[in-house]
C-alpha cells in the first residue's frame, strides 16, 4: 500500500471524527436546550396558578359577611395583601420569565441557569403568600359549618351531662351549688355562641369554642369521678380509719409497740389531704384526687397487713425465747463438761493445748448469745420495740446459736470419739487375736511335711503388729492417730496370714491328692511317671504350689479336665 493511500485514509479517519463530534454536541445542545425549555414552562405555569379564582370567590363571600368593624379590617387587609400580591409580585416574575426567555433565545445557558433558580424561589414565596391568604379567607368563608359542627358535638356531651347527674343527683349533695353554677356559665356561653355567630363575630366565636371545650371536658370529668371522690372521702376512708384505731388500740392493750408505723400522724394528714381535695372539688378542681385518695386507701389497707405482721412476728419471738433458752442452756452444758473433762483427755490422749481453744471460743460466742438475749427479753418487757424487729433479732440470733452448735459438734466429733476409738481398738485387739488363733489352727489341721517359710515370716510381722498395738493402748497419753495406724497395720497382716495359711493347707491338700490319684497311671505312662517323681520331691521340700503343678500337668496328658475335677472334689 502507497504512501497516498495511507494519507488519504487518515483524512478519511479525521473527517468522520469531526462529524461524529459535531453530531454528539449537537445532541447534546437540544438535550439542554429542551431541559431549560421545561423548566421555563413550568414556571410560567407555577406563576398562574399563584392567582387563582378561589381567592376572588372567597373574599367576595367574606364581603357578604361584613356587619361590624373588625371583619372590615380583617377584609381590607386582605384585599390589601391579594393587590400587592396581583399588581407587584407578579408583573416581577413576569419580568424574571421575560428575561429568561431572552437569555434562552440567546443561548446563555450559565446565566439562564442561576436565573432560573432565583425566580423559582421567588415563585415559591409568592406562591406562599397566596395559599396562607387563601387559608386565612377561607377560615371565615366556612368557619360557621366548622363551629356549627363543633357546639353540636359539644352540646350533645353536654346534655349527657346534665342527664347523668339530673339521674344521680343524691351523688353530687357536697358540690350541687358549684356544678350548678357551672351548668349556668355553660348555657350562658351557649347563648353567646349564638350572638356571636350572628355577628360574624368570628375571633370572639373561636375564644368562646375554647373556654366551651375546656369547660364541658372538665364537667365530664368532675361528673364521672366526682360520686367516687365524694364516697372516699366522706365514708369508705373515714370508716377505714376509724377501724384502724379500733384495731391498732386492741393490739396496743394486748402488748404490741406500734410507735413505727406512726398511725396517728399519718391519720392527721390524711384528714388534712382530704380537707384539702374537697376544697378543690367545691371549685370543681379534680386533677389527681381519685389517685390521691386511692393512695390513702391503699395505706390504711397496708395497715392491716402490717397488723397481720406482728402477730405472726409475736408467735415466732415466743417460740425463740423458749427454744433459743433452751439451746443455749444445752450447749453451755456440753461444753462446760468438756471442759472440765480437758485435764483427763490430756492425760489419756496425746492432745496439745490448740486442741482445747475451740471450747474457750464456744464459752465466749455463748456468752455472747446469752447477753444478747438478755437483751431482747429486756427491750421485749419494757415494750420499747415492735415484735417484727424483735422477731427479727431472734432470727438473727437462732443463727448465731446454729454456728454454735456446728462448732460444737465438731468439738464433740474430735474429743467425744477418742475413748470411742480406744474403746473399739480394745474390742479389734481382740478380734485379731481371734483371727491369729484361727490362722494357726489353720495350719495345724493338716499334717504338712514343711511348713514354708513365707508362713513364718508372715506370723512374725502380724505377732510384732500385734505387739504394738498393745504397747500403744498401754501408753499414757495415747495418741489416737497412731493407735488407728497400730489397729489397722495389725489387722492386715493378721488376715493377710490367715489368707496364707488357708492358701498354703488348700495347695498341700491339692498337690498330695493329684499324686495320689496319678499313681494309677504311673505304670501306662512314662512322662505321668516323670511328672509325679518331681511333684513329690518338691512336696516333700514343702513347695507344694510347684509340686501342684507339676502333678497336673503330668495327669493332662491323660485327663485334660483333671484340675477342675480335683477342685470340685476339694470344694466338696
Known amino acids: 500500500m502507497s504512501s497516498t493511500t495511507f494519507i488519504l485514509i487518515g483524512i478519511t479517519y479525521y473527517i468522520v471524527s469531526i462529524i461524529i463530534i459535531i453530531v454528539v454536541l ?50 381590607d387587609d386582605w384585599q390589601k395583601r391579594f393587590k400587592k400580591i396581583k ?7 413576569t419580568d424574571s420569565l421575560i428575561e429568561i426567555q431572552d437569555l434562552f433565545d440567546h443561548k446563555k445557558y450559565h446565566a439562564l441557569k442561576s436565573k432560573l433558580a432565583k425566580t423559582e424561589l421567588d415563585i415559591y414565596y409568592v406562591k406562599t403568600q397566596s395559599n396562607y391568604l387563601l387559608k386565612e379567607v377561607k377560615d371565615i368563608t366556612l ?60 375571633q370572639s366565636v373561636d375564644k368562646i369554642i375554647k373556654a366551651l371545650d375546656t369547660i364541658v371536658g372538665n364537667l365530664e370529668l368532675v361528673i364521672e369521678e366526682a360520686p367516687s371522690i365524694i364516697l372516699m372521702s366522706t365514708k369508705l376512708i373515714p370508716k377505714r380509719m376509724k377501724d384502724v384505731y379500733i384495731e391498732a388500740e386492741k393490739l396496743r392493750k394486748q402488748g404490741y409497740n406500734l410507735d413505727y408505723l406512726n398511725i396517728e400522724y399519718n391519720c392527721e394528714e390524711a384528714n388534712k389531704k382530704i380537707t384539702d381535695i374537697m376544697e378543690r372539688l367545691n371549685v370543681l378542681n379534680i386533677e389527681d384526687s381519685t389517685v390521691e385518695l386511692k393512695t390513702i386507701m391503699d395505706y390504711f389497707d397496708g395497715l392491716y397487713h402490717d397488723f397481720d405482721k406482728e402477730k405472726i412476728a409475736r408467735k415466732i419471738f415466743e417460740d425463740y425465747i423458749r427454744t433459743i433458752l433452751v ?116 495350719i495345724n489341721s493338716y499334717k504338712l511335711p514343711v511348713v514354708p517359710k513365707k508362713y513364718y515370716v508372715e506370723l512374725a510381722e502380724a505377732t510384732n503388729a500385734i505387739k504394738e498395738m498393745i504397747k500403744e493402748l498401754e501408753r499414757q497419753p495415747i495418741s489416737i492417730k497412731t493407735l488407728n495406724i497400730r489397729v489397722d497395720t495389725a489387722r492386715d497382716l493378721v488376715l493377710k496370714l490367715y489368707n496364707t495359711s488357708k492358701e498354703i493347707v488348700k495347695t498341700c491338700y491339692l498337690a498330695e491328692m493329684s499324686v495320689v490319684y496319678g499313681n494309677r497311671y504311673r505304670t501306662t505312662s512314662s512322662k505321668v511317671d516323670a511328672g509325679l517323681t518331681r511333684a513329690e520331691m518338691l512336696f516333700e521340700k514343702g513347695n507344694f504350689k510347684a509340686s501342684l503343678e507339676n502333678s497336673i500337668n503330668a495327669i493332662s496328658t491323660i485327663e485334660p479336665d483333671f484340675y477342675h475335677d480335683l477342685l470340685s472334689t476339694f470344694e466338696k
Open 87 to 93: 399588581e407587584e409580585e407578579i408583573p416581577k416574575i
Open 143 to 202: 368557619s360557621e359549618d366548622k363551629n356549627r359542627e363543633i357546639i353540636t358535638k359539644l352540646k350533645a356531651k353536654y346534655r349527657s351531662i346534665i342527664t347523668k347527674y339530673n339521674n344521680n343527683k343524691n351523688e353530687y349533695q357536697a358540690i350541687m351549688a358549684p356544678v350548678e353554677l357551672q351548668f349556668e356559665n355553660t348555657d350562658k356561653l351557649f347563648s353567646a355562641f349564638e350572638v356571636h355567630m350572628e355577628n360574624n363575630d368570628y
Open 327 to 442: 439451746k443455749t442452756n444445752k450447749f453451755e452444758r456440753i461444753n462446760n463438761d468438756l471442759i472440765r473433762k480437758a485435764k483427763d483427755f490430756k492425760y489419756s490422749y496425746d492432745l496439745k493445748d490448740e486442741d482445747f481453744k475451740i471450747l474457750d471460743v464456744l464459752k465466749e460466742d455463748l456468752k455472747g448469745v446469752k447477753h444478747d438475749y438478755d437483751e431482747i427479753i429486756t427491750a421485749h418487757r419494757s415494750k420499747s420495740f415492735a415484735y417484727s424487729r424483735l422477731a427479727k433479732e431472734m432470727e438473727e440470733l437462732n443463727v448465731r446459736l446454729s454456728k454454735v452448735e456446728e462448732k460444737l459438734d465438731y468439738a464433740l466429733k474430735n474429743l467425744g470419739s477418742l475413748k470411742e476409738d480406744e474403746v473399739r481398738a480394745r474390742e479389734q485387739l481382740d478380734e485379731i487375736k481371734e483371727i491369729l488363733i484361727k490362722a494357726k489352727s489353720k
Open 26 to 75: 449537537n445532541i447534546i445542545n437540544k438535550k439542554d436546550r429542551t431541559k431549560y425549555l421545561n423548566s421555563i414552562n413550568n414556571l410560567e405555569r407555577e406563576k398562574n396558578l399563584i392567582i387563582s379564582a378561589g381567592i376572588l370567590t372567597e373574599l367576595n363571600k367574606v364581603e357578604n359577611l361584613i356587619n361590624n368593624d373588625t371583619m372590615k379590617e380583617m377584609y
